[in-house]
Nanobody
Framework: EVQLVESGGGSVQAGGSLRLSCTASGFTFDTSDMGWYRQAPGNECELVSSISNGGNTFYASSVKGRFTISQDKSKNTVYLQMNSLKLEDTAVYYC???????????????????WGQGTQVTVSS
């Protein structure tokens, strides 16, 4: 059974930091492309960041310079370090895996890949 289990969400004041973790099981993490999407109420779901199985990274322009994606293949885990958080970063964050994930909308990633249950990130002033 494929599982992507996210953790690390929570509430933080603007300017603070959180680190999200996503531990994968049931598929070959070593050769998989991984990503983080987010969905805020009233907003479209968007790809925040991704990392290829080879370590190439992608960041949405809204988070570039503030967020860092990384992975530990020995732990089948991908991380999203989020610094200098802003109110507009408030959303449910989803971990996902799909081939060439950096090319995928949320819908396509859900249809063609694996998707976690989501973790809430709330940034307050």
């Amino acid at each position: 059974e494929v599982q992507l289990v996210e953790s690390g969400g929570g509430s933080v004041q603007a300017g603070g930091s959180l680190r999200l973790s996503c531990t994968a099981s049931g598929f070959t993490f070593d050769t998989s492309d991984m990503g983080w999407y987010r969905q805020a109420p009233g907003n479209e779901c968007e790809l925040v960041s991704s990392i290829s199985n080879g370590g190439n990274t992608f960041y949405a322009s809204s988070v570039k310079g503030r967020f860092t994606i990384s992975q530990d293949k020995s732990k089948n885990t991908v991380y999203l370090q989020m610094n200098s958080l802003k109110l507009e970063d408030t959303a449910v964050y989803y971990c996902a895996s799909a081939p060439l994930i950096w090319t995928m909308s949320c819908g396509r990633a859900r249809d063609f890949g694996y998707w976690g249950q989501g973790t809430q990130v709330t940034v307050s002033s």
